[in-house]
């Protein structure tokens, strides 16, 4: 992982409705049409537009995403993506869940977003093993990240502790990994 790509990710503990962005992500279910979880908080901070607006969208397939406007929210945008349900970890979910912070990243580099925050997705309801999950995650941004040069920041907010724990570990593995492939 390139010095110029770590320097733009981040990771830090928090509620993701709180994130002063360009654009949150939403981990979503293929209705759009809201639940628990993160889901839950971004619909009430947001208010009853975003619902509306989700209404509009006609779903989302595991892996895709589509994005919204934020309304009550800090952030302009709302990019909904839908993570897969952990069944094991043979039936294709680390691709899906990496299509997923694909997709995101794909939309806010067109819609020339800079800063963008993602929650744990898929590690809560849908069962993916946190650390599993964050490697996937936090792999595909950085690979992600040197298409996307005006991408400035990429946030993960861990909702607990142990969360930001697991994050902050498997970056500092991933980024000793890669040292090893391109010495400085
Ligand atoms: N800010 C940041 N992260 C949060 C917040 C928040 N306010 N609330 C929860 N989280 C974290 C959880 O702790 C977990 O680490 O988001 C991560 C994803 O958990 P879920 O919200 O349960 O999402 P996911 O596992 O992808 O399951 C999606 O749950 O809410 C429903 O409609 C949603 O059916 C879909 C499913």
């Known amino acids: 992982m390139k010095p110029e790509v770590l320097n733009r990710m981040n990771i830090v503990r928090g509620d993701i409705t709180k994130e002063q962005v360009d654009a949150i992500v939403n981990a979503a279910n293929p209705t759009l049409l809201g639940g628990g979880g993160v889901d839950g908080a971004i619909h009430r901070a ?9 209404r509009t969208l006609g779903g989302c397939e595991p892996g895709e995403a589509k994005i919204t406007r934020g309304y009550r929210l800090p952030s302009r945008f709302v990019i909904h993506t839908v993570g897969p349900i952990w069944r094991g970890g043979t039936h294709g979910e680390p691709e899906l ?3 997923c912070y694909r997709n995101c990243l ?7 977003l800079r800063t963008l925050a993602f929650p744990s997705i898929s590690t809560g ?7 599993a999950a964050a490697r996937v995650a936090l792999s595909t941004v950085a690979a992600e990240l040197e298409k996307y040069p ?3 920041e990429v946030r993960f907010v861990c909702f607990s ?9 498997t970056l500092r593995e991933l980024a ?9």
């Open 176 to 184: 000793a990994a890669s040292e090893g492939s391109h010495p400085a």
């Open 46 to 54: 947001a208010g009853p537009e975003l619902r509306e607006e989700c």
């Open 97 to 99: 869940l990496a299509s």
């Open 161 to 169: 502790g142990s969360d930001e724990q697991v994050y902050r570990e």
């Open 150 to 152: 005006n991408i400035e």
């Open 125 to 131: 309801a849908y069962g993916y093993p946190i650390r």
């Open 106 to 112: 794909r939309i806010a580099a067109e819609r020339g």
